[in-house]
């Protein structure tokens, strides 16, 4: 699902109440530090009882 700030978070629902349809749940969500995940976002997942954990800053080489 491609993240575009504000409107990732209608499909992020969505994708969780699909999940919760199967009998299934995200646990953990593994991303990067990127400003384009918002604070609506992560409280999104939080309310879902995900653990968001962020990856470590790369430089590129």
């Known amino acids: 699902m491609p993240v575009?700030?504000?409107l990732s978070v209608p499909g992020a629902?969505?994708?969780f109440m699909d999940l919760e349809d199967a009998s299934s749940r995200v646990r953990f969500l593994i991303r990067d530090s990127d400003l384009k995940y918002t604070a609506a976002f992560d409280a999104l997942l939080?309310?879902?009882?995900?653990?968001i954990v962020?990856?470590?800053i790369q430089m590129p080489g």
């Open 4 to 6: 575009e700030g504000v």
């Open 13 to 15: 629902k969505t994708s």
């Open 46 to 51: 939080t309310d879902a009882a995900s653990t």
């Open 54 to 56: 962020p990856t470590g």
